[in-house]
C-alpha cells in the first residue's frame, strides 16, 4: 500500500444502494487510522450507523491480555477520531467483535472463554445513549449449535449472520451462517448454512448491509485472507458469486473482518503484515476519472517494478545455475552424461539471460518511462523507486526443498520452536492448542538414528508442563540433562531444568532470575554448547530498537549466573528481530525477522566470540508466500534445518518443516534453472496484472476525454498521457515475448540434463 495522492479526493455520498456498485468505482489507498490504533492487537471494526463512533476491540496489551471493546469518537462523520475509551470487559475472557442496533442501545458481541474453550454470541442492551454497557446475555438458541462468533445484523435485528469451524452441517474449515426471527424479542431460528459462500477453506468476518442484500466478508480461498463482496436481490434470495476486492489486500500480509459504513462511502478493515499485530484500515469511495486513471498508472508502475524484481531474482538463479555448470565442467566427473549436453545446457541458460538481460528488462524499462511521462502529462509526477536489494544465498550452498515433518505434525494443534539434539536423535519442540489442551507445552520425537523418520511422538514425561499458561521453547544440553524454556502465564519468564539422568522425567524448571529481573516479555532462550552464552528475545526492553530485539548475555562458568547483557544492534531493527538460534561455537546466527513484511529467516556470522555479528543474509529460500518462516533450529553438524511455515490463516496451519544440505553441482544447477523459470511464471503474471492496470488507465483516459471537464488540465495533455500509456502497453507486449523466449531456453537446458 504505498500510493499516495496529493490532491483533493472526490468522496461520492450515495445512499445504501450505491454499496452494490462497489467494483463500479474507485477508492482511495487503504491508510490507518493512527488516531485509534496502537502497538498492540486492534481489529474488529466497527462504525455506527450515524458515522460518529467507532467501536472495536483491543488486546494482548502490556496492562491486559484479554480482549476487551473500545470506542473510538468524533464530531462529524469522516473527520478523525478525538477520544479513544474503553466500553466493555470481562475477566479473563475475550470480549469482541462488536455489533451496535442503530439507536446505539443494543450491541451484540463475541465471548471467549479460552480456559473453557467456549465461544457465545451475547447482547447487551442499556437505557440510554449516555449509560454504560452492561454485561451481555447469552443468545442461548445459537450458542448450543456451537463455537461460534463474529455477529453482524441487518438495521432492523431480524437476521444475523456469524461464523463457526465445528457446527454440524458445514462446508470445512469456518464457514458462514445466518438465522432469522419475526421481531427483535423473539429468538433466532432457521439457522442456514450459506452454502453459496462458503468453500473447504476458512470463510468467516460476515459484515452484511443494513438491507441484507450485501455480504462482506474475509476468506483465505486463495491463499493469505482476502476480502470479499457478494449481493442478492430479495431477503429470499441466495447470495451471488463472490467478488475478491482487491483493492483491500495487505500485500505481504493479510485483509480480513470488513466494516462498510451504513451510506457506503467508507471501508474499514484490519490489515496485518505477518507477524505484526493487526491494525485498523480505512478507504474512501471516489469516482473522478481523472483520479481513477491516476490510481491506474501508479497501480501499472508498481506493478511494473515487480516484475523488474521477480527477473533480477531470476537472473541470479540463472547467473548461479551457469557457474554451477562451469564449475561441473571443470571437475571432469560427468557420471552418466556427454560433456556436449552440459555444454549445451550451459549454452540455454546463457542464452535466457540474454533474452532476458537485453530484451525483457529493457523493454520494461521503457514501459516504465512512458507511464511516468503520462503522469507527468497529466501534473503528477511519480515517485522515485524503492531501493532493489539483492538477496544472498545460503552460504553459497543449496537445500533440498523443504518438506513438513508429517510424523511429527498434528492436524488438530500448532507446533513450534523446534530444537533438534546434539546427537540428532530427539527434536524437542511445543505443541499449542490442541483438541485436549489450549496452552503450549513441550513434547519430544524420537528415532533410532540421524536423518531417519521419527518414529515415536509424546508428552514430556515429569512435571515441566504442568505451570500454569504457555510452556514453550526447549533448549537441551549435549548431555541431555539440561533444558532451558520459558513460560507465559502473567509474564514471559526465562527458565531452566535439570534431571539426574537423560531417562528422568523433566522436573519443572527455576527461574533464570537476572535474566528475567531486565523485562517481563521474555522468549526463545538459545545457548553455545559449553552453556556459557545465551541468546534471547525480549520485547521492547529498555534500549531496545522497537519490537522483539535479540540479546546476548555471557558467565564465566555453567554454575554462575549471567552478565553482561547486550543488545545485538548489528542485528536488530526498529521491527521485530526474534528467535535466535545459535550454532554450537557461537559463530553463527540464525533468527526470524519482519524487517521485509512478513517474517522471514536470517542468518549472521561473526570470526570470534568476541566480534559483532556481521553478513546478515536473508534466507530466502525458506521464505513461505504470504505467510511467515520462523524458529529457526540447524542441526549441531549443520546439515539439516528445521523451522515453523505458517501456510493459512488457522492456527493449526502451523507445522515443522525440515530441509538438508545438497552439495553437488547438478542438482545445484538444476533446482536454481527450475527457480528461475518458477520466478519468470511469476513475473508474467504480473506483467498480465500490470496490462490489466494500463488498459483500464487507457479507459479512464478516454472517459475523461469525453466527459469535457478537464479542470486545469490542457485537453493535448491528456492525450499525450493516452499515448504515453499506448506505447507502455506495447513495450509491456514485447518484454513478456522476451520473458517466454528465455523460458523456453530454460526448459531446453533442462532437456539437455536429462530432464
Known sequence: MKRTRTSSLLVAVLGVSAVCGLALGEWTEPVPVTELNTEYVDYTPFLSFDGLTLYFSRAFTNSFYYARIFEATRQEPFGPFTSVSEVLKSNHQHVLSPWVSPDNLRMYYHNQIDSQNRWLLKVSERASVNDPWPPGMDLSELNQLGKIHKP???????????????????????????????????????????????????????????DGLTLYFQSNRNGPSQIFRATRESLIQPFGIAEHLSSF?????????????????????????????????????IEDPYEIAIIRIEDAIAGEVEVVERIDAALQQEWSAYEAIEQWLETGDYGDFYKGDIVTAKQKIHSAIQHEGQQSIGALDKSVEKLKDALSALGREPEPPASNQR?????????????PLTEVNSELAEEWTP???????????????????YYGRIFEATRQEPYGPFTSVKELDGTLNSSPGHVISPWVSPDNLRMYYYTESSGWVLKVTERASDNSPWPIGTNISELNALGNRHQTPRLTADELTIFFCSYNMQDGYGGYDIWMATRPDRYSPFGEVTNLSEINTASSDHAPFVSPDGLTLYFDSDRNGSYQLFRATRGSLNE???????????????YTSIHPCISSDGTVLYFMRQLGDDRQSRDLWVSYLIEDPYQIAVIRIKDAIAQKIK???????????????????????ESGDYGNLYKGDIVTAKQRIHSSIQ????????????????KDALAALGL
Open 152 to 210: 453482524v445484523l441487518t438495521a432492523d435485528e431480524l437476521i444475523i449472520l456469524f461464523a463457526s469451524y465445528d457446527i454440524i452441517g458445514g462446508q470445512g474449515g469456518y464457514d458462514i451462517w445466518m438465522a432469522t426471527r419475526p421481531h427483535r424479542n423473539s429468538p433466532f431460528g432457521q439457522v442456514t448454512n450459506l452454502a453459496e459462500i462458503n468453500t473447504t477453506e476458512n470463510d468467516g468476518d460476515p459484515f452484511i448491509s443494513h
Open 249 to 285: 489486500d495487505t500485500p505481504g500480509g493479510q485483509s480480513g473482518q470488513p466494516c462498510i459504513s451504513s451510506d457506503g462511502t467508507a471501508f474499514y478493515f484490519v490489515g496485518v503484515i505477518n507477524g505484526q499485530p493487526c491494525d485498523i484500515y480505512v478507504a474512501y469511495l
Open 391 to 403: 538477496i544472498l544465498a545460503l552460504g553459497g550452498l543449496e537445500w533440498t526443498e523443504p518438506v
Open 419 to 437: 530444537f533438534l539434539s546434539f546427537d540428532g536423535l530427539t527434536l524437542y519442540f511445543t505443541r499449542v492448542r490442541s483438541d485436549t489442551f
Open 612 to 626: 559483532p555479528f556481521g553478513n546478515i543474509e536473508h534466507l530466502s529460500f525458506f521464505d513461505t508466500p504470504e
Open 683 to 705: 513475473a508474467l503474471e504480473k506483467v498480465d496484472a500490470a496490462l490489466t492496470q494500463k488498459w483500464r488507465a487507457y479507459e479512464a483516459i478516454e472517459q475523461l476525454l
Open 731 to 746: 513495450h509491456e507486449e514485447q518484454s513478456k515475448k522476451a520473458i517466454d523466449r528465455s523460458i523456453e531456453k530454460l
